[in-house]
Nanobody, 131 residues
């Protein structure tokens, strides 16, 4: 699966940004997609994901109530609306996709296997929140 991200940038604390990720090149009927982020010196963490089949959504506690994930039902595209951004949200944001829902939601919930290889990763986009 090929994933192309857009969005990101520099914003002041309290501001908003919107990320977009488009998937292509897969023959799977359902492609579950999610967002990860990696801050300098820290491991990559799952922050949100959405089920392509039934629309189930999961958020990490760190972003719950501030970030909103959504998808385009006509295309394999997912969005992440990020509101009330804080300096601790700074990092590189990656889109991920997989034909299986379990490993993706487990990573968002913090119980997944970091060694699991998802079907695709985006190139990453930098989000910087200034105080």
């Amino acid at each position: 699966v090929q994933l192309v991200e857009s969005g990101g940038g520099l914003v002041q604390a309290g501001g908003s940004l919107r990320l977009s990720c488009a998937a292509s090149g897969s023959t799977l009927i359902y492609i579950h997609m999610g967002w990860f982020r990696q801050a300098p010196g820290r491991e990559r963490e799952g922050i949100s994901c959405i089920n392509d089949e039934d629309g189930r959504i999961a958020y990490a506690e760190s972003v719950k109530g501030r970030f909103t994930i959504s998808k385009d039902n006509g295309e394999k595209r997912v969005y992440l609306q990020m509101d009330h951004l804080q300096p601790e949200d700074t990092g590189v944001y990656y889109c991920a996709a997989d034909g299986a829902w379990g490993p993706l939601v487990d990573r968002v919930l913090g119980i997944g296997n970091p060694a699991y290889e998802f079907d695709g990763w985006g190139q990453g986009t930098q989000v910087t929140v200034s105080s």
